[in-house]
Every structure is written in C-alpha cells, then in structure tokens.
Nanobody
Framework: QVQLVQSGGGLVQPGGSLRLSCTAVGSIFSINGMGWYRQAPGEQRELVASVRSGGYTNYADSVKGRFTISRDNAKNTVYLQMNSLKPEDTAAYYC??????????????WGQGTQVTVSS
C-alpha cells in the first residue's frame, strides 16, 4: 500500500510565493515520474509540472519561469516552489507519482489535494 501525503498551500497575495510538498509512503521499490496537477472550479485537471527520476523536468507554459519542481529521491518527496503567483493560479493542486511497489506492481498514485488561493 502506498500513499501520497501533501502539505503546503493556502492563501497568498498576488506576487507572493508558496511551496508545496508531497511525500510517498508505504511499500515502495522505486518511483519514476512525480509531479503536480491542478484543477480550478469548472475546469479540467491540468499538468503543472513533472520530474522524472533522472531529473528531467517539464512545465506548463503558464508557469514556466515562475514555478520550480524538484525532488528528493532519498525521501520520496517532490516539491513545487511557486513564485510570482497570479490569481489564475488559484486551484486545487494534486501531486502524483508513478510507483513500483515492493511486489513489483506499478501504479500511479495521487495525493489528497491542497488548495492554493491567490487573492488580495
């Protein structure tokens, strides 16, 4: 059994910063891709950023230059540093991880979600 535990998020003024964290816990053999999606009310869930185990990163055009994704493989943790936040970044943010368990089965897991609200 594997769970993704998220932390961070909250209310911030435009131009401010927030940092999200997501840790995978459980019977983990290895983790390939990790990343973050977001979903605003009435919108589809969209990819924000992802990072592979080797460090290759991918970002949505809307967050390039403002958000930075990183991971600590020893801690099975992925981070999202969000700077220069805009009201349009307001959404529920979900982490995901492609996990191979100790039984060698591979599954994509999702975090519980955390709200980010950018407002003055």
């Amino acid at each position: 059994q594997v769970q993704l535990v998220q932390s961070g998020g909250g209310l911030v003024q435009p131009g401010g910063s927030l940092r999200l964290s997501c840790t995978a816990v459980g019977s983990i053999f290895s983790i390939n891709g990790m990343g973050w999606y977001r979903q605003a009310p009435g919108e589809q869930r969209e990819l924000v950023a992802s990072v592979r185990s080797g460090g290759y990163t991918n970002y949505a055009d809307s967050v390039k230059g403002r958000f930075t994704i990183s991971r600590d493989n020893a801690k099975n943790t992925v981070y999202l540093q969000m700077n220069s936040l805009k009201p349009e970044d307001t959404a529920a943010y979900y982490c995901h991880a492609d996990v191979t368990s100790t039984s060698r089965s591979s599954t994509t897991y999702w975090g519980q979600g955390t709200q980010v609200t950018v407002s003055s």
